[in-house]
């Protein structure tokens, strides 16, 4: 009989889609475990792409993306962070912000080479090494005085000659921790003395709330050179609530960039005409709503974490951006049984956290982008059951 394949067949299937299938065949969930918010993607937005529809933006386009849209992304580094940037070059839109990592990856990596993933971390980075017939090596990332950070022996001893990649998500989801500029030059250093490609994932750059909420946070293009290793992976889903929109882009070295362009051709050719388009208006016309979103998030974390730091055995380390809590749950050993016992108990469906890798066991994330409509009550019965059948599971005991 024909096999699948062993690089298909090594992909764990997502535990958060695992624990999502068993909630989507129940009623009235209250859905804090995927990664997204609940409010629609402001008018604005959408009203552009119906006038993109209208004009004509349903062909193909460039694989690197329409030209207007690089441009405008070259414009934003230039007015965000001071970077300047060759559009034409150097950014190529995708299909999502998975996308990017997808075709970001596939280009530096060669069957059996090795690449190393700063851990508890959104699992399809690993998944895609994976599937490129690469090796995973997973750095967990202590924590210390309620704050995460980097191992950097560990990531020493971790190199061999096999290595070819770095990965890091900062902010990180699911920790909502965020590199520093001293930690970020010292990831760059790293990469740089092992010749190693440095792959940056900040989706959420302008979730962040240290500071006014929404200034972005210090990207790695900043320190970086234009000859560096160094790929950054973008998306519009989280900063403009357009998660099933399917638009991200990539900023690498020119060669990378070029590479990518033409693999696009063969993974997805192209986002979407008119998406594109609508992402141009975000881009544009875009920083008052992500100024009062990432207003309102920095409320809701401090809600969420107001309730969870009444619970007795669980330990919640301040996220300073994205939208989640990680909170450490003491006597947890198998948190996707505990949150599929949380889900049927009481219709709350948070995420576990066996399904970020290695150091997420014994956690559990928590989205706290949704409206206070839904936080409120989902928040009360998650306490009530940390404080009851929660804490009897906990102790062994059947519930």
């Known amino acids: 009989m024909a096999q699948i394949s062993s690089s298909a067949a090594a992909v764990q299937y997502s535990r958060i889609r695992e624990l999502a299938e068993i909630a ?129 022996q560990r990531l020493e001893r971790a190199v061999t000659p096999k290595t070819r990649l770095l990965l890091y998500t900062s902010p990180s989801n699911p920790l909502g921790w965020v590199a520093t500029v001293e930690e970020q030059k010292q990831l760059l250093e790293f990469a740089r003395r092992h010749q190693l490609w440095i792959m940056a994932d900040e989706v959420y750059e302008r979730l962040y709330y240290v500071g006014e909420p929404g200034g972005p946070v210090p990207s790695l293009l900043r320190l970086a050179q234009p000859d560096d290793a160094v790929i950054v992976v973008q998306s519009f889903s989280k900063s403009y609530c357009m998660t099933g929109w399917r638009v991200g882009w990539l900023v690498s070295r020119a060669d990378l960039a070029g590479r990518a362009t033409e693999l696009n051709e063969f993974i997805i050719s192209h986002a979407p005409s008119f998406a594109q388009r609508a992402a141009q208006t975000a881009l544009r016309d875009g920083e008052p709503f992500i100024k009062e979103q990432a207003a309102k998030l920095k409320e809701n974390r401090d809600y969420c974490m107001s309730v969870l730091r009444t619970i007795p055995g669980v330990t919640v380390p301040q996220p300073d951006g994205a939208f989640y809590l990680f909170p450490k749950v003491d006597g947890l050993t198998d948190s996707f049984n505990f949150c599929k016992e949380m889900l049927l108990a009481t219709h709350v469906g948070i995420a576990p956290g066996v399904a970020f890798g290695e150091g997420g066991e014994g956690s559990v994330r928590i989205c706290y982008a949704a409206d206070r409509s839904v936080l409120e009550p989902a928040m009360e019965r998650l306490r009530l059951f940390f404080t009851g059948a929660g804490a009897r599971l906990l102790q062994g005991v059947t519930v």
């Not at 700063?118 to 980075?125: E, H, I, Q, R």
């Open 24 to 152: 989507m065949g129940m009623p009235e969930v209250y859905r804090l475990y995927f990664g997204e918010s609940n409010l629609p993607t402001p008018e604005f937005i959408k009203n552009a792409a119906i006038q993109a529809l209208h004009d004509g933006f349903t062909y193909y386009t460039s694989n690197a993306g329409l030209p207007e849209l690089r441009a405008d992304l070259a414009a934003y580094y230039a007015r965000v962070h001071g970077v300047p940037l060759e559009a034409g070059k150097r950014i190529v839109v995708t299909t999502s912000g998975v996308q990017a990592l997808n075709v970001g990856i596939r280009c530096v990596l060669n069957p059996g080479d090795e690449a190393l993933i700063l851990t508890p971390a959104w699992p399809n980075g690993t998944s895609i090494v994976q599937m490129c017939n690469a090796i995973p090596r997973q750095i967990a990332q202590p924590l210390s005085n309620g704050r995460y950070g980097i191992d950097f």
